[in-house]
């Protein structure tokens, strides 16, 4: 159960399609995880008991980044192996995009970090050790136990080289954004949850979704019997130009595993030339490879021809794809392509309007 969706704010619209999605998904009971950038699912997560987790200046929602979490370990790799690979994405995001020395630097400065947390390349060193008492199933560390970005700063701070690093993370501990600086406070127990980063300002934006997207990532993967989706709204942020190669391989391979968690992933953008921009279209091809479904609505001509660049429409399908009406759609499902009309009933239109 793989989607990968190329909505655009035309016709019936991509905002209305996915929720129509994400409530048929709650009647079926599977687990959906929302990276919200425009505050446009807030209603529909009321109306469905759905929890809206907000990360901001006026909120109380925090989350680590520099958390290691039970579930983040990924094949073949250990846990600060797997959390050192991501977090040099994150940091791209930050510092720009560094080159290898400066990656292998980063990457002496964090492993240095965890080491002042007794956290090292042992995945034993994630194991709570309690004096006096004997626990028949090993505990994790809890996100008090790991460092914060605080923590880096001040190891930043130490060396000459690392000092540009540290001037550009000032925002993150001591200023405007230091929100990111605190201790995970969260908990996801409910089926649908909501990750509104809209507070964030359209600069900061990609921080918050990849902060979500990398918490989300380790629930997906914690149990593979339950079913669940992860929707990625206007995704381009993190796949695009605006965004760097450690970033966009992180979402690639959300995609190209999810399946064997049980997931499904949802790509959402409203302008297909944005998922093209970044490594001459790398990463939004992969993407669009390993989606097993894809849905267009009406698009404009310019939209049509980088499309057709990535995709074997028909001269045809061309025309069709330009002139579609409010609610219909051109689904690619395997090696069919299929004109649809989006049927909502009424009472599936009180609960998304």
């Known amino acids: 159960m793989q989607i990968?969706?190329?909505?655009?704010?035309?016709?019936?619209?991509?905002?209305?399609?996915?929720?129509?999605?994400?409530?048929?998904?709650?009647l079926l009971n599977i687990e959906q995880y929302v990276i919200d950038p425009e505050r446009e699912y807030e209603k529909l997560a009321k109306n469905l008991n759905g929890t809206i987790l907000k990360i901001g200046p006026n909120s109380n929602t925090y989350i680590n980044i520099l958390d290691i979490r039970k579930e983040s370990i990924e094949d073949g790799k250990g846990y600060l192996a797997t959390k050192i690979a991501k977090l040099i994405g994150f940091f791209n995001l930050i510092f720009g995009?560094?080159?290898?020395?400066?990656?292998?630097?980063?990457?002496?400065?964090?492993?240095?970090?965890?080491?002042?947390?007794?956290?090292?390349?042992?995945?034993?060193?994630?194991?709570?050790?309690?004096?006096?008492?004997?626990?028949?199933?090993?505990?994790?560390?809890?996100?008090?136990?790991?460092?914060?970005?605080?923590?880096?700063?001040?190891?930043?701070?130490?060396?000459?080289?690392?000092?540009?690093?540290?001037?550009?993370?000032?925002?993150?501990?001591?200023?405007?954004?230091?929100?990111f600086n605190n201790y995970t406070n969260i908990e996801l127990s409910n089926k649908l949850i909501i990750a509104d980063v809209y507070d964030l300002g359209e600069e900061n934006l990609k921080y918050g979704m990849y902060l979500?997207?990398?918490?989300?990532?380790?629930k997906i993967k914690n149990n593979r019997e339950i079913k669940k989706a992860i929707y990625l709204d206007e995704v381009w942020r993190l796949i695009g130009v605006t965004s760097n190669k450690d970033v966009a391989s992180f979402i690639y391979r959300i995609f190209k595993t999810i399946r064997k968690y049980g997931g499904s992933s949802i790509a959402?953008?409203?302008?297909?030339?944005?998922?093209?921009?970044?490594?001459?279209?790398?990463?939004?091809?992969?993407?669009?490879?390993?989606?097993?479904?894809?849905?267009?609505?009406?698009?404009e001509e310019e939209n049509i021809r980088i499309l057709?660049?990535?995709t074997n429409l028909s001269e045809k399908e061309k025309i069709e794809i330009k002139s579609l009406k409010r609610g219909e759609c051109l689904m690619f499902v395997g090696e069919e392509h299929i004109l649809s009309k989006i049927d909502v009933a009424d009472f599936e239109k009180e609960i998304i309007v």
Not at 4 to 26: D, E, H, N, P
Not at 212 to 218: E, N, Q
């Open 4 to 26: 990968c969706a190329f909505l655009v704010q035309v016709a019936l619209g991509k905002s209305f399609y996915t929720k129509l999605m994400i409530l048929r998904y709650r």
């Open 97 to 179: 995009e560094m080159n290898e020395e400066e990656k292998a630097i980063l990457e002496e400065k964090i492993i240095k970090c965890y080491e002042k947390k007794n956290i090292t390349f042992d995945d034993n060193s994630l194991l709570k050790t309690e004096e006096n008492k004997v626990s028949i199933e090993p505990v994790f560390k809890d996100s008090t136990d790991m460092p914060l970005l605080e923590d880096l700063f001040n190891i930043l701070g130490e060396d000459k080289i690392t000092k540009k690093m540290q001037i550009k993370l000032i925002p993150f501990v001591k200023g405007s954004l230091n929100f």
């Open 212 to 218: 979500f997207i990398d918490l989300f990532w380790d």
């Open 268 to 299: 959402i953008t409203q302008d297909i030339s944005d998922l093209f921009s970044l490594d001459e279209g790398t990463y939004g091809k992969s993407i669009l490879n390993n989606s097993s479904n894809k849905i267009f609505f009406a698009l």
């Open 308 to 310: 057709s660049k990535y």
